[in-house]
């Protein structure tokens, strides 16, 4: 079955900063790539994401990128606030299921 | 307002005592899921439905049981808890065949003594 890797697992920037979070998957008929955010003792939600079809996406400071060759998908944020500090999580969809990474813990300092 | 309503959030129970966690939504999705998170493993798959009547293991479905016998609800059964259950549940609904899962529950935060 799928299996989806993430890194780093914690990430540490400076506000203003650029972060950078990697996934690989191991499935190459995993065809959809969603981002979520977790703030603390919150709920996961959906911040972006990419179809198998398309190369890059972008969401004013977020973007996706995706290398089907490769099997890996990277989520950018640009220009770090501190308001995104949270749990952020890759996820890549086979068949009817949604395999989740293991999280990236993502601290903005001021 | 669209939402995924989980209930109890909190729920403290003894080893072996039934218990079941509900999950509704008002979206006429037809895809539900339960989800577990737990430290360092992040979202695990325990069952998902596709319809009403229609459900299917996910990655880690030993110790539950589900049911959905009407769109809108899709409950989480423990019949016989452990303290390895001990853990973050997440319920989600989306469209289709669950690739767009947007709306996530609460959550249910669950303790097995």
């Known amino acids: 079955g799928e299996n989806v890797e993430q890194h780093p697992s914690t990430l540490s920037v400076q506000e203003g900063d650029s972060a950078v979070i990697k996934c690989t998957y191991s499935d190459s008929a995993s065809n959809y790539f969603p981002w979520y955010k977790q703030e603390l003792g919150k709920r996961p939600q959906l911040i972006i994401d990419i179809r198998s079809n398309v190369g890059e996406k972008k969401d004013q400071r977020i973007a996706v990128t995706l290398n089907k060759t490769a099997k890996h998908f990277s989520l950018h944020i640009t220009e770090t606030q501190p308001e995104d500090s949270a749990v952020y999580f890759c996820?890549?969809?086979?068949?009817?299921?949604?395999?989740f990474g293991t999280g990236t813990r993502l601290q903005v300092f001021p | 307002e669209a939402q995924v309503t989980q209930n109890p959030r909190y729920l403290i129970t003894v080893t072996g005592k039934k218990l079941t966690v509900t999950c509704s939504q008002n979206m006429n999705h037809e895809y539900m899921s339960w989800y577990r998170q737990d430290p360092g493993l992040g979202l695990r798959q325990i069952y998902y439905?596709?319809?009403?009547?229609?459900?299917d293991k996910g990655d880690v479905p030993e110790g539950y049981k589900v049911s959905r016998k009407e769109k809108r609800n899709f409950p989480l059964i423990l019949e016989s808890p452990s303290p390895n259950q001990t853990s973050l549940y997440f319920c989600a609904s989306g469209i289709g065949t669950g690739k767009n899962i947007q709306y996530f529950g609460a959550g249910t935060r669950l303790s097995v003594l």
């Open positions: 996820a890549a969809h086979n068949t009817d299921k949604l395999i």
């Open positions: 439905s596709m319809n009403v009547e229609v459900t």
